[in-house]
């Protein structure tokens, strides 16, 4: 089992590191042909790649934020993080098309 982060913003990995995540690999972005099953994908990934991680039997752990709209488009730092809320939320994201 290989836990990813994917992120490509420094504050995010700041964040991670100060809260004590550990995960084997940080990375910018997923190739989705990476993950095997029982992985754990950490990250916020647009819901197309969520799926097919899901589908793949992969885990899917979305970073979340409470991000005011002034802020959006900003590189946050892990203190701005923290001040919005950042948490890991697992999610099982289906695509309606592949039922």
Known sequence: MTTYFITRHPGARDWAAETGLVVD????????????PGDVVIGTLPVNLAVRVCEQGGRYLHLSLNLPADWRGQELSAADLRECGARLEEYRVLSADRR
Request: net charge negative; hydrophobic share 60%; no cysteine.
């Open 25 to 36: 690999t940080i990375i910018a972005h997923l190739d989705p042909a990476l993950v095997q």
